[in-house]
């Protein structure tokens, strides 16, 4: 089973930073692009950054001088460094991936896969 796992979230003070973290388990042969969106309350889901395996990144224009996408490719992993948080940004982060993997005895995707996520709070 095929599975995409965040960590790092939590409380934190305006100007403060997190680290989120992104691990993909399960049978991947696979995985192309990968990237966090995040979900305020009342607010449509909106994508944050995104990654390519070979490593070119996009991040949102609101948030591009202060958050940071990288990837880790041997341990299936993506990260969202986020610096200078302001009340705005908080709300559920998601991870995806798009991943070709194996499925019983046959091979699917890619498909998009994704994280529960994970909560970040920024008190003002």
């Known amino acids: 089973q095929v599975q995409l796992v965040e960590s790092g979230g939590g409380l934190v003070q305006a100007g403060g930073s997190l680290r989120l973290s992104c691990a993909a388990s399960?049978?991947?042969?696979?995985?192309?692009?990968m990237g966090w969106y995040r979900q305020a309350p009342g607010k449509q889901r909106e994508l944050v950054a995104t990654?390519?395996?070979?490593?070119?990144?996009h991040v949102t224009e609101s948030v591009k001088e202060r958050f940071t996408i990288s990837r880790d490719n041997a341990k299936m992993s993506v990260y969202l460094q986020m610096d200078s948080l302001i009340p705005a940004d908080a709300g559920v982060y998601y991870c995806?991936?798009?991943?070709?993997?194996?499925?019983?005895?046959?091979?699917?995707?890619?498909?998009?896969?994704w994280g529960r996520g994970t909560q970040v709070t920024v008190s003002s």
């Open positions: 399960g049978s991947i042969l696979i995985i192309n692009d």
């Open positions: 990654i390519t395996r070979g490593g070119n990144a």
């Open positions: 995806f991936g798009n991943v070709r993997y194996e499925s019983g005895f046959s091979i699917r995707g890619p498909d998009d896969l």
